[in-house]
């Protein structure tokens, strides 16, 4: 059973306009989330975490919001760069263990 | 949706003892799994890529000896911490690549969190 879902496989989106990365989960009882970026052939790198009693965290160009009534969070860069194309993971955790989406890739186009 | 498991998900053992951790896809065939540990807060660090069938392709700076993979079948990776230590006390996450899946979809494992006393 998913409890972290990405429902958009794929984004692309024109450089220096806003991205708009989107989370569900299921399990109301993660501690906090948080955003992978990877890009092909590397590991998965730590971009930003949010913890499940926030709404908001900012860090630069990124930003995650947090609604927990509907389960759902988003992450936004603006304004978005060639570099920042990659696959994006969404991730809970909580009971010890983390729960991964399924990415979403991200195209930023010059 | 495909899924990943590991096994166990937390070990508590004495330092000097060597620890097994499995990494199963549940409805899928891999004939790559990947194992990565985890840092707090901290980018997820690849230490291995794990083929079926053959040896394991360790990445810089880990040490092969220590950290065993075998990858006897398309469902089942494991990772052996050979002569634990405390600072091999880390979360130990696995991922699986759906070989018959459109494109190169990883999914990841809930991770194992070792503690070394």
């Known amino acids: 059973d998913q409890q972290v879902k990405q429902n958009s496989p794929s984004l692309s989106v024109q450089e220096g306009r806003i991205s708009i990365l989107n989370c569900d989960y299921t399990?109301?009882?993660?501690?906090?989330f948080l955003w992978y970026k990877k890009y092909p052939a590397e590991g998965p790198t730590f971009l930003i975490s949010?913890?499940?009693?926030?709404d908001k965290n900012e860090d630069g160009r990124f930003t995650v919001f947090l609604n927990k009534s509907a389960k759902h969070l988003s992450l936004h860069i603006v304004p978005s760069q060639p570099g920042d194309s990659a696959v994006y993971f969404c991730?809970?955790?909580?009971?010890?263990?983390?729960?991964f989406g399924t990415g979403t890739s991200l195209t930023v186009i010059p | 949706g495909a899924v990943v498991s590991q096994h166990p998900s937390r070990v508590i053992c004495k330092s000097g003892t060597s620890v097994k951790i499995e990494c199963r896809s549940l409805?899928?065939?891999?004939?790559?799994m990947f194992w990565y540990r985890q840092f707090p807060k901290q980018s997820l660090m690849l230490m291995a890529t794990?083929?079926?069938?053959?040896?394991?392709?360790?990445e810089q700076g880990v040490e092969k000896d220590k950290f065993l993979i075998n990858h006897a079948s398309l469902t089942l990776s494991t990772l052996t911490v050979t002569s634990a230590h405390p600072e091999d006390s880390s979360f130990y996450i696995c991922?699986?690549?759906?070989?018959?899946?459109?494109?190169?979809?990883?999914?990841f494992g809930p991770g194992t969190r070792l503690t070394v006393l």
């Open positions: 991730v809970g955790y909580g009971g010890n263990q983390f729960y």
């Open positions: 794990s083929n079926e069938g053959s040896k394991a392709t360790y």
């Open positions: 949010i913890s499940s009693i926030k």
């Open positions: 399990n109301s009882m993660f501690d906090y």
């Open positions: 409805d899928f065939q891999a004939t790559t």
């Open positions: 991922s699986a690549r759906d070989s018959g899946g459109p494109g190169n979809e990883q999914f």
